[in-house]
């Protein structure tokens, strides 16, 4: 049973910080892609970061956002700086390898004063 953890949201101030984690587990981690997402009410679920060898990222997020992974703990990061009132939404993990693709449950970013 394939299964993507993602833990680490909550509600920070504009200005502040957080990092998601999302623990993998069904799957050969170290021959995935591994990304985040995030979807806003209304709006459509959009690409935040990936990696797979080299990292790419959303022109909204580069310079604020880092992703990252560790194969030996089957666990992908995202590192999150400067955040914004507009980086607001449900973040999920999603990985890919060949055709097989899987969705983590999504954790809440809020980011308000």
């Known amino acids: 049973q394939v299964q993507l953890a993602e833990s680490g949201g909550g509600l920070v101030q504009p200005g502040g910080s957080l990092r998601l984690s999302c623990v993998v587990s069904g799957i050969n981690f170290r021959v995935a892609a591994m990304g985040w997402y995030r979807q806003s009410p209304g709006k459509e679920r959009e690409l935040v970061a990936r990696t797979f060898g080299v990292a790419n990222y959303a022109d909204s997020v580069k310079g604020r956002f880092t992703i990252s992974r560790d194969n030996a703990k089957n666990t992908v990061y995202l590192n999150m700086n400067s955040l914004k009132p507009e980086d607001t939404a449900v973040y999920y993990c999603?990985?890919?390898?060949?055709?097989?693709?899987?969705w983590g449950q999504g954790t809440q970013v809020t980011v308000s004063s």
């Open positions: 999603h990985s890919r390898s060949g055709t097989n693709v899987y």
